[in-house]
């Protein structure tokens, strides 16, 4: 209380100065209100105005509202803990937005700082993929320019057939589903990068098919020719809604080109993303995004 007072004018012996009200006077609980208000980009911010800003940014309430409604199950799931063993909410929000593996390294989920929305990407590697373990039709090529360090490059085959499927506590929302894949072999060279074509061939001869289906009846359709060449393209399947976050939502895609009367190849495969339907804008700044 007494520090309080002094910041409303008090007035010091013999100097007769008045001392002017401060950011450091305003009462931490009051920050806090504040500051849960804000987005989390903003939190930060004002974090490093002062010791009350900074302590009252750590306030539980403050970061459980910027979580994801199930961030429990997530927390178990992913960190192999459980929200009580007196994780701060500010420590589980900052660990939800850093990639973290499961299944084996395969997939990734993390969460948008900006909009709270939980992404998964899953690796080629998670994939059940035609003629996935024979060098004569695809190599595994390590690149930085894959979350998973690696992409599988398909030199030429007759028949593909790419499956896959997840069961995940998804929040709820609307949800899309993407193919990121690469038509060429870009490497780099003298610090530069290039792309070789010279195996692209059979993909504007017939479409490629996308499907997806969930395991409350949910199903999407869409189809498309592999025209572009030289960059990624996240490629848009269709969308699925989850409705009740406390139960995992079961997925299965493919995408298949199965006409044997040409072969296929120069195609570069690194991944499936799934990406709240809102951040879609998005998933575009990360590569080109063709809807269907």
């Known amino acids: 209380m007494g520090a309080g007072f002094s910041g409303f004018g008090a007035e010091s012996i013999g100097s007769q100065t008045s001392v002017e009200p401060g950011l450091q006077d305003i009462p931490e609980s009051c920050v806090a209100l504040v500051l849960a208000y804000l987005d989390p980009p903003e939190i930060c911010k004002l974090a490093r105005l002062n010791r009350v800003f900074r302590q009252a940014s750590s306030a539980d309430f403050v970061w459980e509202s910027k979580l994801p409604e199930n961030y429990q199950i997530l927390v178990k799931k992913l960190f192999d803990e459980t929200p009580d063993q007196n994780l701060a909410k500010k420590n589980i929000y900052a660990r939800l937005c850093h990639p973290n593996r499961f299944d084996g390294g395969t997939k990734e989920v993390w969460m948008e700082k900006s909009s709270g929305g939980i992404c998964v990407s899953i690796s080629w590697k998670g994939l059940k993929i035609t003629g996935i373990g024979d060098r004569r039709y695809w190599n595994h090529i390590p690149t ?16 593909l057939e790419v499956d896959g499927e997840l069961e995940f506590e998804f929040p709820a929302g609307t949800y899309s589903l993407f193919f990121r894949l690469h038509l060429g072999r870009a490497s780099k060279r003298l610090g530069r990068r290039v792309c070789n074509l010279e195996q692209v061939h059979g993909w504007d001869i017939k479409p490629v098919r996308f499907q997806l289906s969930t395991s409350n009846g949910q199903h999407a359709i869409s189809q498309c020719y592999l025209n572009e060449a030289g960059k990624w393209i996240n490629y848009h399947v269709g969308d699925f809604v989850v409705q009740n976050p406390n139960t995992a939502t079961k997925i299965k895609f ?15 495969f690194d991944s499936v993303l799934i990406f709240p339907s809102e951040s879609a804008v998005k998933a575009a700044n990360l590569a080109k995004v063709i809807f269907q």
Do not use: P
């Open 144 to 159: 930085d320019e894959s979350r998973f360090q690696t992409v599988a490059y398909l030199q030429q085959i007759w028949w």
């Open 254 to 268: 493919s995408m298949t080109q199965i006409d044997c009367t040409h072969t296929k190849g120069g195609l570069c």
